[in-house]
């Protein structure tokens, strides 16, 4: 049972336009939560995360927003850019636990 | 080397034979995972490694399917009698903080073994 969704498989935003990336949960336990991003060939490299202490963390063009009430999460990007192109996953974990669940990504094409 | 090491990044094999996968974490981090993403699917976790703690294993899907990490630091995942269903990219990550989910840790990962038995 898949407990990070991520129902977007796919994704296209023009160049200088926000993309929002969108993930949702099914697990009440979980209150930590992280964005990975893919390029081809390569492994997931770790991009933002938030703790359910907070509703929004912020990193430069990225944003993180979390709304617990509604089991949600997105990350926002502005602008968005060509280099940002690639497959972005959603992970979450428990506080005490060992395990990251993470969704199934969205693939993310910045058109210039 | 600097990052997460993983070999081989690319293994063809013909079904039931047994397979090896090796991962070597990066220099000091304790928390060692192993995760799996088949064509479509996310990344499913397969076992977790702590120290010198017992590893989680609870992820494994079947017992054709073993792992071990010695000395602390490299890990091998070796699977046995391979399936057509066991074809994947097969990631290993590693990560600082013992018991890293929730503190503020996050994992580090290597650029997977892919592997496609035939």
């Known amino acids: 049972d898949q407990q990070v969704k991520q129902n977007s498989p796919s994704l296209s935003v023009q160049e200088g336009r926000i993309s929002i990336l969108n993930c949702d949960y099914t697990?009440?336990?979980?209150?930590?939560f992280l964005w990975y991003k893919k390029y081809p060939a390569e492994g997931p490299t770790f991009l933002i995360s938030?703790?359910?202490?907070?509703d929004k963390n912020e990193d430069g063009r990225f944003t993180v927003f979390l709304n617990k009430s509604a089991k949600h999460l997105s990350l926002h990007i502005v602008p968005s850019q060509p280099g940002d192109s690639a497959v972005y996953f959603c992970?979450?974990?428990?506080?005490?636990?060992?395990?990251?669940?993470f969704g199934t990504g969205t693939s993310l094409t910045v058109i210039p | 080397g600097a990052g997460v090491s993983q070999s081989p990044s690319n293994k063809v094999t013909e079904k039931g034979k047994d397979v090896e996968l090796r991962c070597d974490p990066i220099?000091?981090?304790?928390?060692l995972y192993w995760y799996r993403q088949s064509l479509g699917q996310g990344l499913e976790f397969l076992i977790y490694?702590?120290?010198?703690?017992?590893?989680?294993k609870s992820g494994l899907p079947s017992d054709r399917f073993s792992a071990e990490r010695t000395g602390g630091s490299v890990s091998t995942l070796t699977i046995q009698r391979t399936q057509q269903e066991d074809s994947a990219v097969y990631l290993c990550?590693?990560?600082?903080?013992?018991?890293?989910?929730?503190?503020?840790?996050?994992?580090?990962f290597g650029e997977g073994s892919r592997l496609t038995v035939l």
């Open positions: 490694f702590q120290g010198n703690s017992a590893p989680d």
């Open positions: 697990n009440s336990m979980f209150d930590y």
């Open positions: 220099s000091g981090h304790t928390a």
């Open positions: 992970a979450a974990s428990e506080w005490s636990g060992n395990q990251f669940y």
């Open positions: 938030i703790s359910s202490i907070k």
């Open positions: 990550a590693s990560s600082l903080f013992p018991g890293s989910a929730g503190r503020g840790g996050e994992l580090f």
